[in-house]
């Protein structure tokens, strides 16, 4: 086994330094699968410390093949702080999502210059599965994908919610879905909420990634928690607020709601007007909201799905 690092350096900033991204790799120097875990392209989505994990449990327990890792694919997203609150998801200058840049024509800035640079890597290391890590707003654990055959190693992941897009318009340019069009094996996990660490969803993660790992004959992993009821969906629901105000929630992230309860409440500043009640138009269960309660009018709240959507995998 060998470990060894590779700055993949893209250009220069205004005052003459690199820009770069660091790529970590553990060889086995033995023939078998090749396997991409990255992470950061979003500043402020915390995965480091599941990357961690992988790492270290790879390094040791390596068999076969190879994994390499990039943990902060986006080095301009963790420098944009407003106040403690890091940022992180679009590029100041374009207004472009930092996970909308891969396999874009536009001859584009850093940003896209390192999209390009990661897919090179992708195409060079001829890999066999890569896993994305990211953080959303306040969230639990659930992988996306955009094919049917990425479901054999979800199942594996033992990753309980994931969502399954097809021909989304809004995922075209993420790494994702152009690492699908190019007959990779992938899929994103949202891992959490942004800027938290959360044991449980770190274990849940780390696990997920280590069973694929072990399918993949690249080390030998047995899970230590119980096998998840996994569901698949396709459809979100987004729920927006009618009306600028302060929102009280009434669930719990994760939390089954019925046809008529009430989602959120949303407090608006005249004095006069009555609060405004969200009611749920199906039986479903909240996956991801927003983390704030201030809102102006058409703000995303919350993220749900239909119960009816839920299929078991
Ligand atoms: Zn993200």
Redesign the pocket.
């Known amino acids: 086994m060998k470990e060894f690092t590779k700055d993949i350096v893209i250009g220069t900033d205004v005052v003459g330094h690199p820009i770069y991204i660091t790529k970590y790799t553990i060889d086995s120097e033995k023939p078998g699968k090749t396997v991409y875990v990255q992470g950061g392209?979003?500043g402020g989505?915390i995965t480091l410390h599941m990357i961690r994990d992988i790492y270290n449990y790879v390094k040791e327990n390596i068999t076969e093949g190879k994994v390499f890792f990039i943990p902060f694919a986006n080095p301009f997203g963790w420098g944009q702080k407003a106040y403690t609150y890091t940022v992180g998801?679009f590029n100041y200058k374009t207004g472009e999502d930092f996970?909308r840049t891969f396999g874009s024509n536009s001859a584009g800035n850093t940003s896209v210059q390192i999209a390009k640079a990661i897919l090179k890597e992708c195409e060079e290391e001829k890999i066999d599965f890569a896993v994305d890590l990211?953080?959303?707003h306040t969230s639990f654990p659930h992988t996306i994908s955009f094919s049917e055959n990425d479901l054999d190693l979800i199942k594996i992941s033992n990753i309980e919610y994931n969502r399954l897009c097809y021909n989304s318009e809004e995922y075209k340019t993420t790494l994702n879905y152009q690492l699908t069009k190019r007959g990779i094996n992938n899929f994103t996990i949202e891992c959490g909420s942004h800027d938290s660490i959360e044991k449980d969803y770190q274990k849940q993660v780390v696990e997920g990634v280590l069973n694929v790992l072990n399918k993949l004959n690249i080390c030998k992993f047995t899970q230590t928690l119980k096998p998840t009821n996994q569901v698949v969906f396709s459809k979100a629901t987004t729920y927006f607020a009618e009306c600028g105000g302060i929102v009280e929630f009434n669930f719990e992230l994760g939390e089954h709601f019925k046809k008529g309860d009430v989602l959120f409440t949303i407090h608006p500043a005249n004095l006069q007007e009555e609060s405004h009640k969200q009611l749920a138009e199906f039986d479903g269960v909240i996956f991801r909201y927003t983390k704030t309660h201030i809102y102006n009018a058409f703000d995303e709240v919350m993220r749900v799905f239909k119960n009816e959507d839920l299929k078991q995998i």
């Open positions: 392209i979003h989505e998801k996970n990211h953080t959303a």
